[in-house]
């Protein structure tokens, strides 16, 4: 009876607010959680909350701020979406994100018109599989809506997540016709397998804009960077082991006038500093935003903000971001030097020139 009691009083003092301050409340909090706490509650807070421009991007996801990290909304919560929530507001939702326990029956319990952004968190080997197949009832939705798409993969083997990534990574360029941004990860390839070599040579899109992958050496970009993705504009690369690897001839000749945007971040170590990093961002003519992240190791020299503007920023007229951070390892009675003090800098110069995406 308390209970009861408490939420008449807050629907009561909820209705004592102007609809602009309600729509600017709600819009700070996860619409997923307000759409299954208000809807139907009331006339006037179910007109609120069925806006259009409330609606149209759905996290059915929670949050924990301690570790960032996602998880699914509890199943009574999924099950009331499933039943009466969804299928009346599925017709407005653009964006939409889900996690493993969801993804299948949220996705099948009603038709998603304008979905065109779809972000799949922690979904399994064989759903991602049976998704993105040509048996898959949401084939339809994957060839002509789907414009960009986040996939995270989780495996129980993690000896095996590598060639079942690239596999995966295939198939979506299959099915999705309409792709212009990608986010995938872990690591997409490992050049060991038969699966991955396939991979890097029949994998072509013209219509990808946007990628972010997570890689396992140097080589793995310059494919990716060599004519499989022809009209790519951003690039984010994070590399997840010591990279060796040097460019060669072929490599440090062909330029990449459509980049835009390029992020490079290597976890472990990067080898060759004037031989892979700097002549793969010369490539780029017209890059607009650079970030490198990245230890350096056997250095020969401090590199420094000094260096890069003269390796990097003279030879980029379009550069108006530039953020790095840089360790170089030099091994002077065990001494590291970061690029800066902080360990983070940012040259930004103001542009006057359009970002062409």
Not at 60 to 85: A, G, K, M, N, Q
Not at 218 to 237: A, E, K, N, S, T
Request: proline share 4%; glycine share 4%.
């Amino acid at each position: 009876m308390g209970r009861q009691a408490s939420m008449k009083n807050l629907l009561v003092q909820l209705d004592d607010l102007p609809d602009e301050i309600l729509m600017y409340i709600f819009k700070k909090l996860y619409n997923g959680e307000v759409l299954y706490s208000l809807m139907d509650v009331n006339q006037r807070l179910d007109r609120i909350v069925r806006d259009t421009i409330f609606l149209r991007d759905l996290c059915l996801l929670e949050y924990c701020p301690v570790d960032e990290s996602t998880f699914s909304l509890p199943d009574p919560i999924i099950d009331r979406f499933c039943s009466t929530i969804l299928p009346k507001i599925g017709h407005k939702i653009k964006t939409l994100f889900l996690s493993r326990t969801s993804i299948e029956r949220v996705l099948h319990t009603t038709n998603y018109p304008n979905l065109n952004h779809l972000g799949l968190c922690d979904i399994e080997y064989k759903v991602a599989q049976s998704l993105f197949s040509d048996e898959s009832p949401l084939a339809h939705v994957f060839k002509n809506q789907i414009s960009s798409l986040f996939i995270n993969l989780s495996f129980k083997d993690p000896f095996s997540r590598e060639g079942l990534t690239s596999i995966i990574f295939m198939e979506i360029f299959k099915r999705c016709a309409n792709l212009r941004c990608l986010k995938i990860n872990p690591s997409l390839f490992d050049l060991g397998t038969l699966n991955n070599s396939i991979a890097y040579r029949t994998t072509i899109c013209s219509t990808l804009l946007e990628l972010h992958v997570t890689l396992t050496h140097m080589p793995d970009c310059l494919y990716i960077l060599d004519g499989h993705f022809d009209q790519l504009r951003i690039l984010h690369v994070t590399f997840d082991r010591t990279c060796f690897e040097l460019l060669d001839t072929e490599h440090r000749l062909k330029l990449l006038p459509n980049l835009r945007i390029f992020s490079l971040c290597c976890e472990a170590k990067i080898f060759g500093y004037n031989e892979s990093i700097m002549l793969l961002v010369r490539r780029m003519l017209n890059l607009e935003e650079l970030d490198l992240n990245f230890t350096l190791a056997h250095c020969t020299k401090f590199i420094d903000g000094d260096t890069l503007k003269k390796d990097i920023i003279t030879y980029r007229p379009r550069l108006y971001k530039f953020t790095f951070n840089i360790w170089s390892r030099i091994y002077y009675n065990g001494i590291h030097f970061p690029s800066n003090e902080g360990g983070l800098a940012k040259i930004q110069k103001k542009s006057t020139l359009p970002k062409v995406l």
